[in-house]
């Protein structure tokens, strides 16, 4: 059964059928040389958090990875070893789940401005319409819902990567992203 049906430089839908497919989609997200923001969408249970996980994974974190839920931002520093970057250089990047937020601009209260002008900060920002108004537009939208409970494939998930016009501009390319 085909997992794509898109082919697309700047879109793609997948399907994922385990959570083998989820931690391939990740290794490819690591792979794309993203900076900015990156908007997770999808209901309670669509898997945002676990790519998520399996994405810092991929970008070389080794340690737990906790659900920001409560917390609003996890902040981590990932050490670059990957063959592409070997300088031992730091990437920052920030999970960020604004679910509880009440009010967009709780975020200038915690300083989030400063991960989205960090250099080279990847935000991976879940439930991010909860403060649309108050961000700015991300590089990549991602769209997860889970897919109707029918025989074996009632834990699968749905997946819409699409590239904004700011991640277009950057020369993203989502058309070999595969499962």
Same mark, same amino acid.
């Given at each position: 059964?085909?997992?794509?049906?898109?082919?697309?430089?700047?879109?793609?839908?997948?399907?994922?059928?385990?959570?083998?497919?989820?931690? #391939?989609?990740?290794?490819?997200?690591?792979?794309?040389?993203?900076?900015?923001?990156?908007?997770?969408?999808?209901?309670?249970?669509?898997?945002?958090? &676990?790519?998520? #996980?399996?994405? +810092?994974?991929?970008?070389?974190? &080794?340690?737990?990875? !906790?659900?920001?839920?409560?917390?609003?931002?996890?902040?981590?520093?990932?050490?670059?070893?990957?063959?592409?970057? !070997?300088?031992?250089?730091?990437?920052?990047?920030?999970?960020?789940?604004?679910?509880? +937020?009440?009010?967009?601009?709780?975020?200038?209260?915690?300083?989030?401005?400063?991960?989205?002008?960090?250099?080279?900060?990847?935000?991976?920002?879940?439930?991010?319409? #909860?403060?649309?108004?108050?961000?700015?537009?991300?590089?990549?939208?991602?769209?997860?819902?889970?897919?109707?409970?029918?025989?074996?494939?009632?834990?699968?998930?749905?997946?819409? +990567? #699409?590239?904004?016009?700011?991640?277009?501009?950057?020369?993203?390319? +989502?058309?070999?992203?595969?499962?």
């Amino acid at each position: 059964m085909p997992n794509s049906t898109t082919e697309d430089k700047n879109v793609k839908t997948l399907t994922l059928y385990s959570e083998d497919d989820t931690q #391939r989609l990740a290794a490819q997200l690591a792979a794309l040389p993203l900076t900015g923001s990156v908007w997770l969408a999808g209901d309670l249970g669509a898997g945002k958090t &676990t790519l998520t #996980r399996y994405w +810092l994974q991929a970008l070389g974190h &080794t340690g737990a990875v !906790k659900s920001p839920t409560y917390t609003l931002v996890e902040p981590y520093s990932i050490e670059q070893n990957s063959i592409e970057q !070997k300088d031992g250089s730091i990437k920052p990047v920030y999970h960020a789940d604004l679910y509880r +937020l009440q009010d967009p601009e709780e975020l200038s209260f915690i300083g989030f401005d400063e991960y989205l002008d960090e250099p080279n900060a990847l935000v991976i920002i879940e439930w991010a319409s #909860r403060a649309d108004s108050y961000l700015p537009p991300p590089i990549l939208f991602i769209d997860m819902t889970q897919a109707n409970s029918s025989g074996k494939d009632k834990e699968s998930r749905h997946v819409e +990567l #699409r590239l904004s016009k700011a991640g277009q501009a950057q020369g993203l390319d +989502l058309s070999s992203f595969k499962i």
